[in-house]
Nanobody, 127 residues
C-alpha cells in the first residue's frame, strides 16, 4: 500500500504562487505515473497535470494555460506542482495520485486510472 502525503497548500492572493509537493511512502512509487487533481466545493474532481514515471512526458488540463508545472524527483519519491498566476477559480483541494504505468511515457487523466491517492491540501486564492 502506497501512502501519499501532500504539503504546500495555503492562502494566496490573486496572481500569487504556490508549490505543492507530494511524498510517497514506498520507493516502488518512483516507477508509477503521477498526477495532480483538484476538487472545488460542489464540483467533481478534475485532472490538473500528469507526468510519466521517467519525468520526461507531462500533460496539463486546458485551464492550466501554462501557469502550472509538474515535476518529479524519483530519488526523493516526490512529485511537485508549481502554480503561478493563481486565480480565484483555482481554489480547491488538490490531491496527488499514483498509478501503475504500462510504460515510462504513460500518463493518466482519469481518476479511476490511479491506484493511490493522498488526502489533499487546500489551496485558496483570495480576491
Amino acid at each position: 500500500q502506497v501512502q501519499l502525503v501532500e504539503s504546500g497548500g495555503g492562502l494566496v492572493q490573486i496572481g500569487g504562487s504556490l508549490r505543492l509537493s507530494c511524498l510517497a511512502s514506498d520507493p516502488l512509487a518512483s516507477t508509477y505515473t503521477k498526477g495532480w487533481f483538484r476538487q472545488a466545493p460542489g464540483k467533481e474532481r478534475e485532472f490538473v497535470a500528469g507526468v510519466g514515471w521517467s519525468g520526461e512526458l507531462t500533460h496539463y488540463a486546458d485551464f492550466v494555460e501554462g501557469r502550472f508545472t509538474i515535476s518529479r524527483d524519483n530519488a526523493k519519491n516526490t512529485v511537485d506542482l508549481q502554480m503561478n498566476s493563481l486565480k480565484p477559480e483555482d481554489t480547491a483541494v488538490y490531491s496527488c495520485a499514483a498509478g501503475r504505468a504500462s510504460s515510462t511515457s504513460t500518463y493518466y487523466t482519469r481518476p479511476w486510472q490511479y491506484n493511490y491517492w493522498g488526502q489533499g491540501t487546500q489551496v485558496t486564492v483570495s480576491s
